[in-house]
């Protein structure tokens, strides 16, 4: 018997043995390197492929008859079936998303562990650092805000329903009262889109430490009125992700919004009022940014539309979307202290924006406007954010 359990007891250790010396030990990878003059190499071992591309958004947009098309690039197999592609020259810096075409089936890249979510997609992700001091996107070494995520009761929605919330550096240990940009995500996202694919943590460390922004305090709902929180995170259980989902610009959500910004009054040192509020969104996001604020106009004293999504809303379905025209006339009789619009030469939605911009004109308005390359893409709503948040607050 004292034999038997000595056997037993070597051989679970043994066990032990192999499974911690499994956690993080395998075999090396190639995978995507960083080149000394900024260029990329990518690589991927697939030595059964008869075809091997990569995709991403490192590379120039395709636009055919007008619509946007995502650019692949073929790769050369190499020697012992690496697949290999280097960039025509060097990228600016930024943070690039990618993923391999292998035979027509898309797969993310074994070797680099570092992956988002977008909806129902996974990409892999890389940054191209900037030696200088405005490398935002970056964890560098600044003083840190927090990040949480946030439960709170919608009555109009019947739902408990989670925000992520960035507070700056020293809010616990401060006394002080902070203002509040409401962050929003676009179609088929959720809550943790912007702290994720946005960077929006890193940003707002980065810009408050070089002294371009304001602390603040940053709230990022969920815009999906059907939901709790992110798919997976919700009692609904491992839920696949969706990018249609009910009630999302039926006028619901923007119903309910003054509940989130009572909820964050009451539960965090906020400046409580217009001039200390700023509201933004993505795509559908700029939809319910734009609408948001016109439904409440005493409410929010900048406003950031990025790539919106405009004349969307079923005026008939909402009264949300009745009378714009004459809401817009009264949020501007108000004098918002910016009204900023953005989008990339590119995108599907431009012709939409510059239709906007002329109702906007046609009335003297005043906004700011702020135009980029490419398209619909997480690139250019960082970089948008990188731009609006130091013009917040001043």
């Not at 996974?122 to 900037?130: A, D």
């Amino acid at each position: 018997m004292k034999r038997f359990c000595v056997i037993v007891v070597a051989a679970l250790c043994g066990l032990s043995a192999m499974a911690q010396q499994a956690i993080g030990v395998g075999p090396k990878r190639l995978s995507t390197e960083v080149n000394a003059d900024n260029s990329v190499t990518f690589r991927l071992h697939a030595p059964k492929a008869v075809k091997v591309e990569v995709a991403g958004d490192f590379l120039p947009p395709m636009v055919v008859d007008g619509q946007e098309r995502r650019a692949v690039a073929e790769m050369t197999e190499m020697e012992g079936g690496v697949w290999e592609y280097t960039t025509a020259g060097p990228l600016s810096p930024e943070l690039y998303s990618y993923r391999f075409i292998v035979d027509g089936q898309e797969m993310a890249d074994p070797g680099n562990v570092h992956q988002l979510r977008d909806v129902s997609t996974i990409t892999n992700i890389l940054i191209i650092r900037n030696s200088e001091c405005d490398d935002l996107y970056s964890v560098n070494d600044v003083a840190h805000g927090s990040v949480s995520k946030v439960w709170y009761k919608s009555d109009k929605l019947g739902l408990n329903r989670r925000l992520t919330i960035y507070t700056p550096p020293g809010y616990e240990s401060s006394r002080k009262r902070y203002p509040v940009l409401y962050l929003l995500h676009g179609m088929g996202g959720d809550e943790n889109a912007w702290s994720e694919l946005g960077r929006a943590t890193q940003i707002l460390d980065n810009l408050i430490a070089q002294g371009k922004a304001e602390p603040m305090i940053v709230v990022m709902p969920n815009g999906n009125a059907s939901q709790e929180a992110a798919p997976g995170e919700t009692s609904e259980g491992l839920k696949q992700p969706s990018f249609m989902l009910p009630k999302t610009m039926d006028g619901s959500f923007e119903e309910a919004f003054p509940e989130i910004v009572a909820f964050v009054d009451k539960n965090y040192r906020t400046q409580a009022k217009k001039s200390s509020r700023a509201i933004a969104g993505l795509s559908m996001g700029g939809f319910h940014a734009m609408h948001i604020s016109k439904e409440n106009a005493d409410m929010f004293d900048y406003v950031g539309l990025f790539s919106a999504a405009i004349f969307r809303g079923d005026a008939a379905a909402s009264s949300v979307y009745a009378d714009m025209e004459q809401k817009l006339k009264v949020q501007f009789a108000k004098r918002p202290r910016l009204y900023w619009i953005a989008i990339g030469d590119k995108d599907f939605l431009y012709e939409e924006n510059v239709k906007y911009r002329a109702l906007l004109d046609a009335e003297g308005y005043d906004y700011q406007y702020f135009e980029s390359g490419d398209g619909h893409v997480w690139k250019n709503w960082r970089i948008y954010l990188s731009k609006f948040v130091p013009m917040l607050f001043k």
